[in-house]
Structures are given as C-alpha cells and as structure tokens.
C-alpha cells in the first residue's frame, strides 16, 4: 500500500533562506510523485511531478526536488525563501499501475520570517 | 479555461439539515475527486470517479455521505442528515486523459459550517 510522511508539521525559515521540506513515500511498484502547494482559502495546486523521467525535477515559483529510490525520498527545495512562499505543502504519490488515486501526505505548512 | 467549479463556496447550516455540494470538473477531464480537508484529519479523499463511475468509495465516512456523478459535466456530494463533525473544506478536483500526467486540478473548495 502506498504512503507518505512528511518531517515536520510546521516549518519555518527566514526570508532569503534554504527552504527544505522533507517527504518520504512508501510504494510497492515505481511511483509517480508530487508537490502541491496551498495558499491561504485556495484550493491546491502542483509545484512538480516526478514520473521516471530526469531524478532531479524543477517546478513553479524556483523550486525543485530530488527523487531518491535507495532514501524512498522526495525532498522539496528552494535556494532562497521569499515571503509568498508562505503557504502549506503536501507530498503525494500514485501508483503507475493505479494512476488515478493519489495519496497526499499530512502536509507541512511553511513560515517565512522577514 | 475556468477550471473546477465548486458552489457554494461557503455554508453554514444548521444539525440534521441536508446538504448538498456541486462540482463541475475542467472539460475533457474524466477523473473527478471529492476530498475533505480538516485541521485534525489533514486531507482526505473520499470518493473518486473515472468516466462518471464510482471506482473506490472507500473514505467516504458513513451512509450519510453520498456522491453522484450523472454526467461528464457534474457531480455532487450530499450529507444527509448534516452533523457538526461534518464541518470541513471539501474539494472537488479533477484530472484528465493523460495516464502519464495525471495531475490533479483542485476547485477553490466549498467550506461547509454545521452548527
């Protein structure tokens, strides 16, 4: 059965900082993965997908993340944190073999300290 | 594209009342989500569809949750009878042909209020 974790409820960091969200996925066959953000009363929206193309996946806003099979991880980054980044972010895996359903984890919401 | 729709986007109402939220997925789109969102449970999906059938209900909580989907077009999630444990952002989102790209497409959410 697939799952995810995500290290940490709650992150914070200061405006200009490395951003560093922390996923691991547990899956029986190759996964797709991905990033989602939520902004304040929105409704989510994808940051990037990871579907066994390049390991090394860039997405919106100047984030990207790494996919790590030997870790079973997925780390979401960003080099400099911006204020707008302030939001919440949920990891999510699929099966290929059972594309439609899509398992998000907890979520970490994101601070950014001026 | 004007993406998912949802209605309402808020409502309040009262114990025992029914309820009824709508869902119009992105046109072309054949995977629908319904999913329900609290501080405490986090996200959670409570039925999906693929070419307007059912194809795993299992998070739906208990027989006064129901969903429907009569057409490519629509769907909606009824409570009957509502209870205050019910409260909860609920999000329809929709995903499309694509089996490789099969991301997902979130409305704005319809928060729903039982007093």
């Known amino acids: 059965a697939q799952s995810v974790t995500q290290l940490g409820s709650h992150v914070s960091v200061s405006e200009g900082a490395l951003v560093l969200l922390r996923c691991n996925y547990s899956?029986?066959?190759?996964?797709?993965l991905f990033w989602y953000v939520q902004y304040p009363n929105q409704g989510l929206q994808l940051l990037l997908k990871y579907t066994s193309a390049a390991t090394l996946v860039k997405g919106i806003n100047g984030f990207e993340a790494e996919f790590k099979k030997s870790e079973t991880s997925f780390h979401l980054t960003k080099p400099s944190a911006h204020m707008s980044d302030a939001a919440e972010y949920f990891c999510?895996?699929?099966?290929?073999?059972?594309?439609?359903?899509?398992?998000f984890g907890p979520g970490t919401s994101l601070s950014v300290i001026p | 594209d004007a993406g998912v729709i949802q209605s309402p986007r808020h409502e309040v109402t009262e114990m025992g009342q029914e309820v009824t939220l709508r869902c119009k997925p992105i046109?072309?789109?054949?995977?629908l989500f319904w999913y329900r969102q609290t501080m405490m449970r986090g996200l959670e999906l409570l039925i999906y569809f693929n070419n307007n059938v059912p194809i795993d209900d299992s998070g739906m909580p208990e027989d006064r949750f129901s969903a429907k989907m009569p057409n490519a077009s629509f769907s909606t999630l009824k409570i009957q009878p509502s209870e205050p444990r019910d409260s909860a952002v609920y999000f329809c989102?929709?995903?499309?042909?694509?089996?490789?790209?099969?991301?997902?497409?979130f409305g704005p959410g319809t928060r729903l209020t039982v007093l």
């Open positions: 899956s029986s066959v190759p996964p797709y």
């Open positions: 989102a929709s995903s499309g042909r694509d089996r490789v790209n099969n991301e997902q497409f």
């Open positions: 046109s072309g789109h054949n995977s």
């Open positions: 999510a895996v699929s099966e290929k073999t059972s594309y439609d359903k899509v398992i």
